[in-house]
């Protein structure tokens, strides 16, 4: 059983709790007291993770930080499909890892402007934003020219891999942050495809998808 | 308020905005829009806000027929925008009048275009065909629209066949002059050539102003590039516009931002904010439709098409039904057979009665396609709640129209339900292919005698499980057999539905009674012979009425005090017990008073 060190309302957490869900992996959640008790910041969290963050786990023994770290071996190691993270297509897994850098950006970014008005971080909030806003810009383009391309995700394979996963929550939620995505419209139509994968499963912030009977 | 921005055609978004199953979240002139297309191909851009919290519709749900809000889950249909159902009062029919704001929507181009008042027609642009029109990226540009058209005046873009060039791996061929071949305030056409004048093509650059310091460019090329040139025609003038919008943002940084726009919110009409005065007269046609079509549904049976000569047909829900005003006078009460967010027609089937009064008749034999007929609105006193853990509808003969309704709303929306058919043979079954895409929910119960029937009655309204709905239409004998086997097994009065095609109720109207009215204050008398309606009218008191004969409910008041006979087979045994309500149409007095709430 994974051992998953956990605050409810963190992206960063959700992402693990999200490919857990979906490879539908079992897991016992450890509840971190993140805000406002800054447990993660404690002497005795530092005995599991030194650097103060979370995600954590511990997968019998074996325990790991930091949640895109934690994204690689997950799919690596329990994603029968291979597809989550493709060990064998070099051109998909150079793409994922390029994705998942450029998912670092927006949780420096979307995520540090939800972190600014939620729990009154100390950020340069027009500089976050901005920045969350050309990252979105970009995103928002290469999935219109993935749509033409007929592909439905970041990378180049048919099928949804860790560098979305890893993008979704911080663009889910930057209207927490106040970043709009009302002029994304690729990337509000990639979000409505991502909550309709098997095993998707939410947070506060993030909407069920609906379960009305298919098109057609 | 309406300057020339607002009475123009506009676009609102791109033909790959409006993918199956999503709401895009546009603007115009400072107003938010919703904008989403249903299974049936038709494109809605409403305002973004629902009419209940406010809450932006593009966060809700698209589900084909219906825009769900994310809040409350309150529906609306396509092409209304009219409210179906209200899941914190799931016995309740959402008022008609409940209806968000919509635009007028229509496509050209590969755009989606709309307006906040536009007269006239959208642009016709000689350089665009129709078909052969090819949607670019939209881009959106932190600037006001009239900066974007003037930078797009001197804008420069290859010609396709080069970009196309370019795809083999040549390089762009050599560009050559851009002229400007149309423009006005909020587009310009271009024609850009090669330098050796051997190619050329035309591009229309339509600036869609979404609010003051927020501006679209959506183009369009002439032409369709070969398949193989779409993705490299698409990139370069994606970074052709991507670099004309860079250098306008900076331009507009150096100016003073404009004022924004100011959408004005509707304020909310007087009718939802009110109690509604009484309908002023009677029975109301308030609806011409035309024939559309007429065709048999089963034996005896017609089916019609009615479609709308002008305007949006109203919003219903499933269960309602309409009066259809018949050439020879009389007035018949018949069931949308629709499923959710069908308004482009209303489908009703017709049985004919040979020995009824001749509204059947009227129908079947005088009603002709192309006829226009006067209808009600619809009127739902037969709602369907969602709130079931399942739903049971069982249907007599033509008794299927209104449950052919719940069913398609039902099976729409994942909810658990059987559809029971009772009829005396396959010919006899109304909208059978209708009735063959409801799939495995379907029972059908053929040629059974009345004491078959009872039996199987007995089946399918046993054991009623929890939060089990049943709803029955059809002959009287069937619904008081219903009724009976229901409450033998245990199902309370408010788990059970009916709705009878007509009143066996034998009315003795020998009595004389006072009814007064509350709200009014007055006092009438209502004489031997003369219904309590009948008096009110006189009186110059209105009431809403359909069927006038105690089996639609529309007439219903609320009785303040004195003992109602009935007479009506719209409300149950327990409504009756409390006598709360009555139909004006055929209740009377068990004593010598009623008061009533009007």
């Known amino acids: 059983m994974i051992t998953l060190y956990d605050w409810e309302l963190s992206a960063n957490c959700y992402k693990v709790r999200l490919l857990m869900s979906i490879l539908g992996l079992d897991h016992h959640a450890v509840p971190v007291d993140f805000y406002p008790g800054w447990e993660h910041k404690s002497a005795e969290f530092a005995k599991i993770n030194p650097l103060g963050h979370i995600p954590v786990i511990d997968d019998d023994g074996y325990v790991l930080r930091d949640s895109h770290a934690i994204l690689v071996y997950l799919a690596a190691r329990y994603d029968k499909s291979g597809r989550w993270y493709p060990v064998d297509d070099p051109e998909v897994l150079g793409e994922t890892a390029s994705w998942l850098l450029f998912a670092e950006g927006t949780t420096n970014t979307a995520s540090a402007a939800r972190l600014y008005v939620n729990l009154g971080y100390d950020f340069d909030i027009d500089a976050v934003r901005a920045g969350a806003h050309r990252l979105f810009g970009v995103l928002d383009e290469h999935l219109w020219f993935r749509e033409r391309e007929g592909l439905d995700w970041v990378t180049s394979s048919p099928h949804p891999t860790i560098a979305d996963l890893a993008l979704f929550p911080d663009v889910a939620l930057s209207e927490e942050g106040g970043v709009s995505r009302e002029d994304y419209p690729a990337l509000r139509r990639w979000t409505d495809r991502f909550r309709q994968i098997d095993g998707f499963t939410v947070m506060p912030g993030i909407f069920a998808p609906s379960r009305a009977a298919p098109p057609g | ?598």
Not at chain 2, 329 to 355: A, F, H, M, W
Not at chain 2, 438 to 456: D, F, K, Q, W, Y
Not at chain 2, 472 to 478: D, I, L, R, S, T
Not at chain 2, 579 to 588: D, L, P, T
């Open chain 2, 1 to 598: 308020m309406s300057g020339e921005a607002e009475r123009r055609w506009h676009p609102v978004a791109s033909q790959y905005d409006v993918v199956p199953r999503h709401v895009f979240w546009g603007r115009l002139l400072g107003r938010e829009l919703a904008v989403w297309r249903a299974d049936d191909g038709y494109v809605n851009v409403w305002e973004n806000r629902c009419l209940h919290r406010g809450v932006r519709l593009s966060v809700g749900t698209n589900d084909g027929r219906e825009l769900v809000c994310r809040y409350h889950g309150w529906r609306y249909a396509s092409r209304t925008a009219g409210c179906t159902y209200i899941p914190a009062h799931p016995a309740d029919a959402p008022a008609r009048t409940i209806c968000n704001r919509t635009f007028p929507a229509l496509e050209r181009y590969g755009l989606v275009w709309s307006g906040e008042e536009p007269d006239g027609e959208p642009p016709v642009l000689d350089a665009l065909e129709p078909g052969g029109a090819f949607a670019l990226r939209g881009v959106t540009v932190r600037a006001p629209a009239e900066m974007v058209v003037d930078a797009l005046s001197r804008h420069r873009f290859s010609p396709t066949d080069l970009i196309g060039a370019a795809a083999d791996g040549n390089g762009p061929g050599p560009g050559g002059p851009v002229t400007v071949t149309g423009q006005d305030r909020y587009h310009v056409v271009l024609r850009a050539e090669s330098a050796d004048g051997g190619s050329a093509s035309t591009a229309v650059f339509f600036a869609q102003p979404a609010d003051a310091d927020r501006t679209v460019v959506r183009a369009v090329l002439a032409g369709r590039p070969a398949p193989d040139s779409r993705i490299p025609v698409w990139r370069h003038h994606n970074t052709a516009l991507t670099q004309l919008r860079d250098a306008v943002e900076a331009e507009a940084r150096r100016r003073p931002p404009p004022e924004p726009m100011v959408a004005a919110i509707e304020e909310v009409p007087i009718h939802l904010s009110e109690v509604p005065e009484p309908a002023p007269k009677g029975r109301r046609a308030g609806l011409r439709v035309q024939v559309a079509r007429k065709w048999p549904v089963a034996e005896d049976v017609a089916g019609f098409e009615l479609v709308s000569i002008a305007g949006q047909l109203p919003t219903f829900q499933p269960g309602a039904h309409i009066d259809v005003h018949l050439p020879n006078g009389l007035v018949r009460q018949y069931s949308l057979t629709n499923g959710p967010g069908e308004l482009d027609r209303y489908r009703i089937g017709v049985k004919l009665e040979p020995d009824g009064g001749g509204g059947s008749r009227s129908l079947h034999e005088n009603v002709r396609v192309g006829d226009v007929l006067a209808v009600s609105e619809p009127r739902n006193n037969f709602p369907l709640r969602r709130d079931a853990v399942r739903t049971v509808l069982v249907a007599g003969g033509i008794g299927i129209t209104p449950l052919l309704a719940m069913a398609q709303a039902l099976r729409h929306q994942g909810l658990d339900f059987e559809l029971h058919v009772f009829a005396r043979s396959e010919d006899h079954i109304a909208f059978a292919e209708l009735i063959d895409g409801l799939g495995e929910s379907v029972t059908r119960h053929i040629g059974l005698s009345p004491s078959e029937t009872g039996a199987a009655l007995e089946s399918v309204l046993a054991g009623p499980g929890p939060h089990e709905h049943v709803y029955v239409c059809g002959p009287g004998p069937m619904l008081d057999a219903a009724r009976r086997i229901a409450a033998a097994g245990g199902r309370t009065d408010d788990t059970v539905h009916f709705e009878y095609f007509a009143n066996p109720t034998d009315i003795d109207d020998s009595t004389t009674f006072t009814v007064e009215l509350a709200r009014s204050a007055l006092s009438l008398e209502v004489p031997a012979g003369a219904t309590i309606m009948e008096v009110l009218r006189a009186n110059g008191v209105e009431v809403s009425s359909s069927c006038e004969t105690g089996a639609c409910g529309t007439c219903r008041v609320a009785v303040l005090d004195g003992e109602p006979v009935h007479n009506d087979v719209y409300l149950n045994d327990t409504e009756k017990q409390q006598g709360g309500e009555m139909m004006v149409c055929v209740s009377r007095a068990g004593g010598d008073r009623l008061v009533l709430d009007i």
